[in-house]
Nanobody, 117 residues
Framework: QVQLAESGGGLVQAGGSLRLSCAAS????????MGWFRKTPGKEREFVAR????????DYADSVRGRFTCSRDNAKNIGYLQMNRLKPEETAVYYCAGQVGSSWTFWGQGTQVTVSS
């Protein structure tokens, strides 16, 4: 029912900022919590951030709290991840996902973020 597509990745220097977008295919996305994950070759996929469907409450991994911010516009079926003061070790493919209960059910294809030193 729901398809997700990330965009906004690219190359940025350490200390810089990027804003990722996650576009959903239909209005049903508004019923789902939205999360962000990242994956580096050789490491497990890790949780980055989550925003509830209402957009009121967000939670973050300890490593990004205070630097990353989730937001969403349910009317436009799009979620955002603002990433500030990026670090080289945060180079990864970033994925958005839709949550049903405790399960991350819907996934995008990912967008590459490369942070140079």
């Amino acid at each position: 029912q729901v398809q997700l597509a990330e965009s906004g990745g690219g190359l940025v220097q350490a200390g810089g900022s990027l804003r990722l977008s996650c576009a959903a295919s239909g209005l049903t996305f508004r019923t789902y919590n939205m999360g962000w994950f990242r994956k580096t070759p050789g490491k497990e996929r890790e949780f980055v951030a989550r925003i509830l469907w209402s957009g009121i409450i967000s939670d973050y991994a300890d490593s990004v709290r205070g630097r990353f911010t989730c937001s969403r516009d349910n009317a436009k079926n799009i979620g955002y991840l603002q990433m500030n003061r990026l670090k080289p070790e945060e180079t990864a493919v970033y994925y958005c996902a839709g949550q049903v209960g405790s399960s991350w059910t819907f996934w995008g294809q990912g967008t590459q973020v490369t942070v140079s030193s």
